[in-house]
């Protein structure tokens, strides 16, 4: 078995944590193909005394690749995404970082993570993707984000109108400091954080968010996940935000955007104990009360 590993860096204090890793990659024979800038983090840090490969970009990771391990928190995940694209290969997170609602896995399971994945006893879910067509070339060629696409005002300058269309046909003016069009994954993030609703994975949606609205009769909603999302920005200043995920970019705003659902979608694992349900009660604290213990 051969697995790929994808980190932004890990601290000193986790070099432990990946001793335990390689440990149990050896026991159970499985091949780990490092990133590069992560393996040159740690490789002096840590005892190893077997060589490793490894990979630079999304082409180096060929069909020989059973699935890629994130070490880090969502964010780290999103990145990872971008490796993978449409390679099927499925991705387990394992959280290194704070919340962890994707990378929900936490160090100190990594080794039940690593026999399930050796013994191949793990789930595989796969998750919508938001694509992004625009008349001019952005986000090079990664066009798509697991969580959201969002269009945003430019610093501290004045509020932005963005005039929202579904299938052509005329939406809403949102008079805001943004918009948010999430994908079920992404209603638990950046939309939620701006009160939109949490959508389970599978429903087969988006969520179209707007971020701090003039209007307080101004809410989310819902749409099928089968329409084309377009907009037509309009402010005071000459242009822009556009967001997928941790990506950024400033547009003009005379550039042409839409968003759909993308062709393909990524496979991410969890082990079989583990569910949505679960992940919401957990990382949410639902039905916690500090009062009755």
């Known amino acids: 078995m051969k697995i790929a590993i994808y980190s932004r860096g890990i601290e000193n ?11 149990e990659l050896k026991n159970h024979q499985v091949e780990p193909v490092f990133f590069q800038d992560f393996f040159n983090q740690f490789y002096s840090a840590v005892s190893m005394t077997d060589k490793y490969s490894t990979f630079n970009s999304p082409e180096d990771l060929d069909d020989s690749i ?8 969502d964010g780290t995940l999103l990145d990872t995404v971008t490796f993978v694209q449409d390679k099927g ?10 919340l962890g609602f994707l990378a929900n896995i936490g160090k100190e ?5 690593i026999k399930a994945l050796a013994e191949r006893t793990y789930v595989t879910d796969n998750r919508t993707l938001i694509h992004l067509d ?10 798509y984000g697991l969580n ?5 005002k430019k610093d501290s300058s004045s509020m932005i109108k963005i005039h929202t269309y579904l299938n052509g046909e005329f939406l809403n003016a949102y008079w805001a400091d943004g918009l948010i069009v999430a994908t079920p994954t992404g209603s638990t993030g950046y939309s939620l ?10 429903s087969g949606s988006f969520v179209i968010t707007p971020i701090s609205p003039h209007n307080l009769n101004i809410r989310p909603i819902i749409v099928p996940d089968n ?12 242009s822009f935000i556009c967001t997928l995920d941790s990506r950024r970019v400033v547009v003009h705003k005379e550039a042409q955007l839409a968003v759909k659902k993308e062709k393909f979608g990524i496979n991410l694992i969890r082990l079989n104990e583990n569910n949505f349900l679960q992940t919401l009660r957990n990382k949410l604290s639902w039905g916690f009360d500090k009062r009755n213990p």
């Open 13 to 23: 204090d986790q070099h432990k944590d990946m001793e335990i890793l390689l440990e």
């Open 227 to 238: 329409n084309i999302i377009s907009f037509e920005v309009e402010g005071r200043t000459d």
């Open 89 to 98: 290969i499925p991705v387990l997170g394992i959280n290194y970082g704070r």
């Open 109 to 113: 399971d990594i080794r039940i993570a």
């Open 134 to 143: 625009a008349d001019i070339p952005i986000f090079d060629k990664v066009p």
């Open 66 to 73: 059973d699935c890629v391990i994130s070490l880090g928190g």
């Open 148 to 152: 959201e696409f969002s269009i945003q």
């Open 193 to 202: 954080s701006c009160n939109g609703p949490i959508v389970f994975p599978d």
